[in-house]
């Protein structure tokens, strides 16, 4: 009788034994895998924040990348400095040339037409050529004067004006510096009595051209004549101005 007691009681105490065991390993097996777990996690999120301290390291890095950003912008605001030089002194230059340009008193923008305000204008005539007069035209202004084209000649009431000879139309416009002259000849009649409608002349009107041709240049011109006056026919002919008198002498 004791002896089968003492069976039960070990068969139950194995029982119970077994039982816990069992519960052991569900529970507490469990519960201590997912602390582990969480240490690991817990570690693995130290780590994460570890390796942020690299991070932070490396956005140190960044601001060395920046310094170096920066380095080289103070050198290309230092390129571009002396690149404003170049250009400060390209444009000084500049102003010079057109400050000279604007300052020389022969610049065709700083010249005025020649005419009969501004020049003392003879009228001579010469024995030679034969049947030719001279007239000789002087700036007394203070500026210089463009003599354009060719005189425009009016004796008297005459009804027709006289021609010019292209052959010696000049290879540049006549400019007159103050106190310069410039020269037109005159083909009062033909050598060969061929003139027709010969009549003397007593008052002579020289007018002026302008830009274009056959425009007004501003006022005439009444030099004087011979006081016998001056003979002239159908063969009455003018030249361009000219610099220089020599080159109408022969003409």
């Not at 004791?2 to 068969?11: D, E, G, H, I, N």
């Not at 602390?35 to 690991?40: I, R, V």
């Not at 021609?163 to 083909?187: C, I, N, R």
Request: aromatic share 6%; charged share 15%.
């Amino acid at each position: 009788m004791r002896t089968r007691r003492f069976r039960l009681l070990a068969a139950t105490g194995t029982a119970l034994a077994a039982l816990a065991l069992t519960a052991c390993n569900d529970g507490s097996g469990t519960k201590d895998g997912g602390a582990a777990q969480s240490s690991s996690t817990a570690a693995t999120t130290t780590d994460g924040k570890g390796s942020a301290t690299p991070t932070a390291g490396a956005t140190a890095g960044s601001g060395s990348a920046s310094g170096s950003s920066a380095s080289t912008k103070g050198s290309s605001t230092s390129s571009g400095s002396g690149t404003s030089g170049s250009s400060g002194n390209s444009g000084s230059s500049g102003s010079g040339s057109s400050s000279g340009g604007s300052s020389d008193p022969s610049a065709p923008k700083n010249r005025v037409l020649c005419n009969g305000s501004n020049t003392r204008v003879t009228a001579q005539p010469v024995s030679r050529p034969l049947n030719h007069m001279l007239i000789t035209v002087k700036n007394t202004g203070s500026k210089y004067c463009d003599l354009t084209y060719y005189p425009v000649l009016r004796f008297d009431e005459m009804q027709w004006v006289p021609q010019a000879d292209e052959e010696t139309h000049p290879q540049a416009v006549t400019t007159l510096a103050p106190g310069e002259s410039g020269y037109a000849a005159v083909l009062l009649s033909s050598a060969d009595g061929s003139g027709q409608g010969g009549t003397t002349g007593h008052k002579l009107t020289i007018g002026f051209q302008g830009k274009t041709p056959n425009s007004s240049g501003g006022a005439s011109a009444t030099p004087s004549l011979p006081a016998k006056g001056v003979y002239y026919d159908s063969a009455l002919k003018v030249t361009y101005w000219q610099q220089n008198q020599d080159d109408i002498a022969g003409w």
